[in-house]
């Protein structure tokens, strides 16, 4: 891992200040290219300039404390020599080590419970830290085994394992080996044939019948406050007066865009009596054709 803290901020920015002048300088490249020179001076001046360590992901437990680390230290070394030296003396010294350890690590155990069990009220925050940790839910996808039996639980050897998987399950068919079954008994269908001319949107039709409802009461709208008859007597009966809008967004919103529509209608589709009457004479309505 980088240790950000201790980086070289100076010569990071006179390595970059360098590349700066002769990135802009260079011509008749494409933009792959360029990105990769840009990310390659990036990356070369990270691991430059950049101090890094190891990092250990054991010995997370809160009660784990840096004595505790220490004799586990000294536990796995001890046992790394007895092991090469296969003597009885290292043998018996990492024995004594590891029942240390072991005491040291339950009795740290028993006393950070008491802590948490006995300030709940006060501090809540450890409580529930813990009890989150005991979970056997995953909040991701779960280690998975590759097909040598070695559990792999970084994103990239999971999203390989799983590809294969799926991929697994899968047949490739040889076209060359289809059984021949003969001349179908059915008659070829003729060829459908899609047009958009005369297709309205389901939402389109719901405002239509929605204004209908408003007309003759069926919703409880305040019909006067949005719908303004029309001064005309006899054409353009059925018909509403349409207000000016300032804006674009409002003037396709529920009642301009529809009103438009509506009175584009004949008499006959706008003075229906029943909504199952308005339907049909709107089906049959040859704006809608």
Known sequence: MYLCKKAEIHKIREDLANFNSSFINTVDRNVETMWQAFKKAIQNTIDKRVPTKMSQGRHTHPWINTTIRRKINQKNKAHRKARKTNKKRDMDRYKRLKQEAQWEVRQANKKYMEEVSTNYKDNSKNFWSYIKSKGQEWTGVAPLKNKLGFLQSDNKSKAEILNDQFQSVFTKEHLNNFPNKGKSPYSTMDDI?????????????????????????????????????NDRRTRGIGRFSQERTKTDTYGQSFFPKTIRDWNQFPSKTTLADTIEGFRAALKACPERK
């Open 193 to 229: 044939k899609i047009s958009t001319k005369g297709w309205e949107s389901l939402e389109e039709r719901r405002k239509t019948n929605r204004l209908f409802k408003i007309q003759h009461g069926l919703i409880d709208i305040d019909r006067q406050q949005y719908l303004i008859p």
